[in-house]
């Protein structure tokens, strides 16, 4: 089975650019999370898709951040404009429900540079 | 309020050797799952183990067991027989049931030497 797939794997932007991450989650997950994570930190939430609704959206910063999942399968996050502090690693996570104690499986990351 | 805490930033073990990396965690649900990730320099995160808080015994998995003491709120990853690959950053996290969001702590650094 294939895991959670993510493109590209490294980013270099200046600030004010715009950038966009892609996310395929395993077949069949309903249930699609992107994570951000500083260097030096444990993962943090940004948003969660429900098939092709917004469950949780509650950290994700909307004045530069937007994400969609359309048809309820790939995913792409967006900032726009990107600022120095945008700098991590973008990591995408899928699991099969959405309710009950559902192990999340992550991608590999987008590890982005913002100049 | 969720919160994880790992008090250990750096672990150092002999191949072979057991290691215990430690988690604390605060919750005012009663309903609740425990999760350790291993995250390799290659930066993916690694599912290792998952602990319900309505599970009796501990969860293990290959050489990987979690050390969960409910009332005093730890839920501790030992890695038994530690071997080389296992060097990497060590989560812990956690999510209330019905709402899936996974917070994790601030990570452990595990290095395995021969």
């Known amino acids: 089975e294939a895991g959670v797939a993510q493109s590209p794997r490294y980013k270099i932007i200046e600030k004010r650019q715009s950038v966009a991450f892609w996310c395929n989650p395993i077949?069949?997950?309903?249930?699609l999370y992107w994570y951000q994570q500083i260097l030096g930190q444990g993962p943090k939430l940004l948003i969660q898709?429900?098939?092709?609704?917004?469950?949780?959206d509650s950290q994700l910063p909307k004045d530069r951040f937007s994400a969609e999942r359309l048809k309820g399968v790939d995913s792409t996050l967006k900032i726009q404009p990107a600022k120095l502090e945008d700098s991590a690693v973008y990591l995408c996570?899928?699991?099969?429900?959405?309710?009950?104690?559902?192990?999340?499986?992550f991608g590999p990351g987008t590890r982005l540079t913002v100049l | 309020a969720q919160k994880i805490t790992q008090t250990q930033p750096g672990m150092f073990v002999q191949e072979k050797e057991a290691v215990t990396l430690d988690c604390t965690y605060d919750?005012?649900?009663?309903?609740?799952?425990l999760f350790w990730y291993k995250q390799p320099s290659s930066g993916e995160m690694i599912f290792l183990i998952y602990?319900?808080?309505?599970?009796?015994q501990n969860a293990t998995e290959g050489r990987y067991s979690l050390n969960f003491q409910k009332a005093r709120k730890s839920a501790n990853l030992v890695i038994s027989a530690s071997q080389l690959g296992d060097s990497a950053m060590y989560f812990c996290?956690?999510?209330?049931?019905?709402?899936?969001?996974?917070?994790f702590g601030t990570g452990t650094r595990l290095l395995v030497s021969p």
């Open positions: 077949s069949g997950h309903a249930t």
């Open positions: 996570a899928s699991s099969l429900r959405a309710g009950g104690q559902d192990t999340q499986y």
């Open positions: 919750t005012s649900d009663p309903s609740y799952g």
């Open positions: 898709f429900q098939n092709n609704g917004v469950v949780d």
């Open positions: 602990q319900g808080s309505y599970d009796q």
């Open positions: 996290a956690m999510a209330n049931t019905g709402f899936q969001k996974l917070v």
